[in-house]
Structure formats: C-alpha cells, structure tokens
C-alpha cells in the first residue's frame, strides 16, 4: 500500500518468516553454528529455544532451504498432534507408503535410515512449536533418539520452541529426553538500538529502499523501548509507521509517527505506562493533612503557623488501628507522625 510512495520494491516488515529478511544477530550466529555442526556431526537431538517473535520458524527455514541435497528433511511445524497422527505425518514428509501398523512403519523408516546412513546422507526432522508436544509425542521422538550406529545418530532430530520447551524437558517424566539432548542454544532478542537501527536499514535494504534513513533516531529509539528489541514486535511497529506515514505524506517516519502506531497496539513501553496510571488517591481528608504539616513542622496543637488550620477531628471511635502490626510497640505520637509525614512529601501533593 505504501511501497510505491516510500520507492520500495516489496514490504520490508511483513510479519511472514521470509529467509530472505533474516538479519544475523550474535545469538543467531551461535544458533545457526550449532544447528550446522549438529546436523554435520550426527550429535542427535538438538534443542533450541526463544522468545515469542525472536525468529526461530526464520531462522529454521533459512537453514532448510541451504541444506545440501543429500540432507532429507522432516519439517512438522504444528505440535497439536496425537501420536498416530504424528507418525502419518512423519511417514508422508519421508515418503514412507504401504505400511499400516505402527511396527510397520517403524521397520520401513528404519530400513530408509540404514539405507541413507550407510551412503553417508544425512536425515532430519524438524520440530517447531515443540513446547506444545503432548509427552506422548515427545516420548516416541525419544524413541526415535535410538536409530543409531556404534558411532552416530542415523535420525538427526530439531526441536524449537519458546523458553516453556526447557520446562517440558525439566519434567521428571521426560528426563530420558532430556539427557539425549547433546546441544542447547537460545535466540536472543535485540540487545540495543543500536542493533535495532541495523536490522530495520536490513530490512529496507533487502526490500529495494533507496535510502536506509526513512527512520529517524527518535523513531528507532522509541521503537526499540516499545518492542524490548524482539524482531517481530519491531516489525509490527515500523510497518504501521510506515502506513501512518504514507497517509500524513510525511517521506522520514518520524517519533511521533511511531507513537501513534504504539498507541494502536498497546506497545507503549512499560514506563510510559505505568505514568499513565492513575495516582494513588489521597487518605487523609483536607484538615487531618493540614494537621499532620503542621505537627511535622514543630508547631503547637497542629494549628499552623498563623493559626488558620483546625485540628484533627475525627473521633476516636471512627479510627480503626491494625492491631497485628503495632503489637509491642510503643504508640506513635501526633508529633512522630507529622514529621514522617512531612519528610515523605506527601503533604505538598
């Protein structure tokens, strides 16, 4: 919608997980070094875990279409499957066919790995999504750890997933999964705005942009503060500031471009909205408050410098003292409390 006023090839922040867009970060490097050393030394099972957004399904499918040919992949990216339908699936990625018991399957998956092993190629499944594995399903993937040689694993096994898939392998029940696990790695979200700034100029880039500046420091600040550096977030946000730039005919997306789009989504950063917040409501009436000064600042009978302020008036059955944390204690008199008081600040408020 706005590609054509902003001089843009194709949207540089669509929220598919093109590989074309990757952006390598430092946690993505490690990620993609383990995955590439896992799969080429036949470790196993290897885990990896990230935050919401953070790039894992892109990271997974920039890797699956750079594989050599000789590397047959498994790719399951929906984990809301039962154990039968995990192996109908398993046995259609693998083109494994006429087998109709579990046992059958088995024998023909395991007669295809010997097959390929032997041959020096190598055989993947992919598991995205993996935190939302039943432990049914989990616990035949652990199985499926036993397709080995004296010297390596036959079935090289990925599973990717958000932080709760390092709870799931903490389970007592799937601690025989958990020790099969020969790698772990985690994809970090972006560490600053300085980094932000480089992925948002990679995106426009990869995208045809003619200038890497269309965001301006404060946006990308403000972009950064809102999405806490996760990529997908960032996506959302300058996509829309983008829209909301195209509309007001503004060519340099500007702060306040990127606030309105924050606005929309409910992104504002924490800070900003804990200020919008209400203020704490005020428990003292008018006259205790004007008491409570003036007894903090040393004057008699709490009536003031000049006299103007009236007591305290509230009867002394109407003031309800929490017994349980005053027990023991000697009782705080009116001249204890108006200093406290006058020192928290609360009585310029």
Known sequence: MYAEFYRLKEMPFALTPDPRYIYFTPSHTEVMA?????????????AVTGEVGTG????????????DRTVLVAYIFN???????FYQHLAALLDIQNWETKSDLLLKLGEILDSRHSR???TVLVVDEAHGLSASVLEEIRLLCNFESDTAKKLQIVLTGQPELRNVLNNPDLRQLK?????????????????????????????????????SPGAIDYIFRCSEGIPRNINNLCDNALL???AAGEMMISRALVEAAAE?????????RAADAEAPVRIFNAAGRAELWAAGNGEPNGNGKNGNHSPLTVPDSEIVINEYTLRNQPPTSIDELGSAFNRSGLARK
């Open 244 to 246: 909301n730039g195209f």
């Open 34 to 46: 383990n995955l590439h050393y896992g799969v080429e030394s036949g470790k196993g099972l290897i």
């Open 79 to 85: 984990p809301r499957l039962s154990v039968a339908e």
């Open 120 to 122: 020096g190629l190598r």
């Open 179 to 215: 020790q099969r696990v020969s790698l772990r790695c985690d994809i970090s979200a972006l560490p600053n705005v300085e980094e932000t700034a480089q992925y948002i100029a990679h995106r426009l880039k990869v995208a045809g942009a003619e200038r890497a500046d269309m965001f």
């Open 56 to 67: 894992k399904t892109t990271i997974l499918r920039w890797m699956m279409q750079r594989l």
């Open 264 to 272: 929309t989504f409910d992104m504002l950063p924490r800070k900003d």
